[in-house]
């Protein structure tokens, strides 16, 4: 009887990607993603929330410090999240169980051992790479605590992300969601526990974070223990198969280093927020983690229809790729075209939530009105971003992972910092976002253009027959 039930799942998912209308589709893949994306941004805001109520400006600057190192280490876990997601949509879409079976072990058990190195890596380093992030004489000791806990805890915070990923792969969006909201809320109920009762602060917060990612970490192994998936994730599965690696790193490298680059632009503003003052450190990084609310709902619209992209490519079913990512595109831009409309109307109050500090609510609710300016662009942006990588189409994938940060916000910050200081650095960001959507745009049309021809030979054929 469970076996049955089992079967019953598998086929569900199989006919969401297959022939369920795509308005249907959307809202049954992208939903549950969404969902998790925004418990995950709660839980992001907890810390800053929690550690806000002691009013120090240094612990949440010293918070503001670590997060670009915790989004590298969540990017290694991308690397198989993405490449191993794309390839695995595309091998179902083509009816490959097997190898699809195959891909997913590969992802699996390398991101294993990338995010160990990348723990012992980073508690070899653990200084040199906070003072590269912006801490100061009055951050670093609050950036240690912090840091130390999350580096022994993020082989699980790079393993949730990448199997978060594989999940979504074949379809099994609740079940991702299910698990990145297990560790979500935890780590929520967690938080005011070490931070306040158990007096730990800073420290209180890692804690709190690590073992939110170990619960979400094991729901994910024993979905797949129970053979749940579609596909498999055993050791029998494993092989160094140069084409597998190959596909998953062509696509999940450039993605893995779009995260890496975001996370290096995060320092990089860091160190300029630094050279005015830590107060616009603290007032940058809670205005970030306020903005995330649009940008992470975006990323969860766009990773929930990435099962349906990469299937429907897979399947040559390109009308039925180009109307999924249409109707993304419009949900999402007026969902972030809402985001924004809010953050302005209530500047204050949203920095207030976080700290209670005049200073830096004064300089937070300057950065966050100049930052909505382009947050009607990022429906446009995100979706059109990981619709590349779920195509496994490499070049365009790179070019815009590395447009965003790397071609346009860091030389941004540099350039707008120097000619006009303070106004330039807030307005560096919203700048970057516009050329990274122009881009966008462009590389989907001229990949449209193409894609047109296969689309309409294959109607003439299916005619013909």
């Known amino acids: 009887m469970k076996e049955a039930k089992t079967m019953t799942a598998k086929e569900d998912r199989t006919m969401i990607l297959e022939s369920m209308p ?8 992208a939903l549950p993603t969404m969902v998790a994306m925004l418990i995950q941004v709660i839980y992001n805001m907890t810390d800053t929330f929690f550690i806000g109520k002691l009013n120090d400006p240094n612990m949440v600057a010293a918070i503001s410090i670590s997060m670009p190192i915790f989004m590298i280490i969540q990017a290694f876990g991308n690397i198989f999240a993405i490449g191993g997601a794309s390839l695995i949509s595309r091998l179902l879409g ?39 992030c912006g801490a100061s004489e009055n951050t670093i000791g609050y950036g240690k605590s912090y840091l130390m806990i999350m580096m022994l805890g993020s082989p699980f915070i790079g393993m949730q992300m990448a199997m978060g990923g594989l999940l979504r792969s074949e379809g099994a969006t609740k079940e991702s969601m299910i698990g990145m909201m297990a560790g979500s809320m935890l780590n929520i109920l967690l938080d005011p526990i070490f931070i306040l009762v158990l007096n730990m602060g800073i420290a209180g ?17 024993i979905f797949y223990l129970k053979k749940k998936g579609i596909i498999s994730i055993s050791y029998k599965h494993f092989t160094f198969d140069r084409h597998i690696f190959a596909e998953i ?29 830590d107060d616009v450190v603290a007032a940058n990084g809670v205005v970030m983690r306020i903005a995330s609310t649009a940008v992470m709902l975006c990323i969860g619209l766009a990773q929930g229809c990435q099962p349906l992209m990469g299937y429907s490519y897979g399947a040559k079913k390109y009308d039925r790729l180009l109307e999924t990512i249409k109707r993304a595109i419009i949900v999402g831009t007026i969902m972030c075209t809402g985001f924004a409309g809010i953050f302005v109307a209530f500047s204050e109050t949203w920095i207030k939530i976080f700290i209670n500090d005049a200073v830096v609510i004064e300089l937070g609710v300057k950065i966050l009105r100049v930052l909505v300016v382009s947050m ?27 447009g965003r940060q790397g071609l346009f916000y860091i030389p941004a910050l540099v350039i707008f910092s120097s000619l006009w200081g303070f106004n330039g650095f807030i ?22 253009k193409k894609m047109q021809i296969p689309s309409k030979e294959m109607m003439r054929e299916a005619k013909s027959a």
């Open 376 to 402: 009607p662009l990022l429906g446009v942006q995100m979706v059109l971003m990981i619709m590349f990588q779920s195509l496994g189409r490499t070049v365009e994938s790179l070019i815009i992972s590395l």
């Open 22 to 29: 795509v308005k249907k589709a959307i809202w049954a893949l």
């Open 249 to 277: 790193f062509k696509i999940g490298i450039p993605a893995s280093i779009g995260m890496i680059l975001m996370s290096i632009g995060m320092a990089v503003a860091n160190i300029f927020a630094a050279g005015f003052s």
């Open 94 to 132: 083509k009816g490959e169980k097997e190898n699809a079976s195959q891909a997913g072990a590969i992802s699996f058990w390398s991101a294993l051992a990338v995010c160990t190195m990348v723990s012992i890596i980073g508690l070899l380093f653990i200084e040199p790479i906070l003072m590269f």
């Open 427 to 448: 307005f560096a960001l919203p700048a970057a976002d516009f050329a990274t959507t122009f881009l966008s745009l462009t590389l989907f049309f001229m990949m449209r």
């Open 205 to 221: 917060a890692a804690v709190a974070t690590t073992i939110g990612n170990i619960v979400g970490f094991t729901y994910y192994i």
